[in-house]
């Protein structure tokens, strides 16, 4: 790819990770008060992207038929999953065991930022309706993986609260699709479509100043373990990526589709990680490590891998 297009990805990242960093001033300052966070992401999560949802996806001719809708969807379950079983035994190396934080390190390594950071970046480099109507389709799979796959390797997969998948972002995109399949989205007034996208204009940057001052919060928290910020980033951002290639390359999907994986290979670990840690029986102060180490490492590799990633399979 050329250094023109590298740059062109750069500059599509960068404002990504400066609206992060106003997030992160904002805690500092006191501008943004820790008790309003909640209230906050329960509106981003509730109203906001379901909204944003809608917009992209009813009456989006890429996700109209339930098959590649289904691959993606699977496509999006199987890679994670196998990035956090992959994750879990690579932890040994650094001497991470059971109860001192090698399951949180497999978790917290293999479910990478698939939305919040993923949606702007997918929507300036491909502006076009189609591929965020594919990445929202992708997350199914991801959301399954999530309450299945990582918390379940927490709890005890017995015990995988998998029913929390069924959450309203979940909800919203099978509401979407259902609309698709059976051809009512033509019945929804432009009115109604107007609003969806003046609300869901909101919801990823308020979701990415809140990350930001979210990572605020957690730097200087616990003692930095060396090994795992050395070893989450080469995981994360520098050997589990190429899994998602893989199936961009070889796999016969969309163009929609290769987009999508080659933008979630280049993504950090996800900040709700730490939640899942905490309210799991995970050890927190691992997915802390493994958060901000991959975060920082990803301002420089997310454009090289995302540039590389496009160029190799022609989307």
């Known amino acids: 790819m050329s250094n023109l297009d590298f740059l062109s990805i750069l500059s599509v990242a960068i404002p990504v990770y400066l609206t992060m960093a106003a ?12 008790e309003a966070d909640v209230s906050l992401m329960k509106l981003s999560v509730m109203l906001l992207t379901p ?6 996806v009813v009456g989006n001719e890429s996700v109209m038929n339930i098959g ?3 691959v993606a969807a699977g496509l999006g379950f199987t890679l994670v999953a196998l ?20 399951r949180t390190f497999g978790v917290a ?13 997918v929507t300036a480099l491909f502006p076009d309706k189609g591929t965020l109507g594919v990445l929202f389709t992708f997350t199914l799979g991801v959301e ?17 609260p998998w029913r929390l998948a069924l959450n309203a972002p979940v909800i919203t995109i099978l509401s979407s699709l259902a609309l698709n399949f059976t051809g009512l989205h033509g019945y929804i007034p432009a009115m109604a479509h107007n609003t969806f996208t003046m609300l869901g204009a909101c919801a990823v940057p308020l979701a990415v100043l809140l990350i930001g001052a979210s990572i605020a919060d957690l730097i200087g928290q616990e003692r930095m373990q060396w090994k795992v910020a050395v070893l989450s980033p080469v995981l994360r951002l520098g050997v589990l990526p190429f899994g998602f290639v893989a199936a961009a390359y070889y796999l016969p999907v969309t163009t929609e589709l290769k987009r999508i994986l080659i933008v979630q290979a280049a993504m950090p670990s996800a900040v709700f990680n730490i939640m899942i840690a905490r309210m799991y029986g995970g050890h927190a102060p691992t997915a802390v490590q493994v958060v901000i180490a991959t975060t920082v490492v990803s301002c420089v590799t997310t454009p090289i891998v995302i540039a590389w ?4 399979v022609g989307a």
């Open 144 to 160: 399954i993986a999530c309450w299945t796959a990582g918390v379940g390797m927490l709890t005890g997969f017995d015990k995988a």
């Open 309 to 312: 990633g496009l160029k190799l």
């Open 51 to 56: 909204a944003l949802i809608i917009e992209r």
């Open 68 to 70: 590649p809708v289904a």
């Open 23 to 34: 997030g992160a001033v904002a805690r500092r300052t006191g501008l943004l008060k820790p």
């Open 109 to 121: 390594c293999g479910l990478q930022n698939y939305g919040f950071v993923a949606i702007p970046i």
């Open 83 to 102: 990035s956090i079983g992959f994750s879990y035994f690579v932890a040994p190396i650094i001497g991470l065991k059971r109860g001192e934080g090698r």
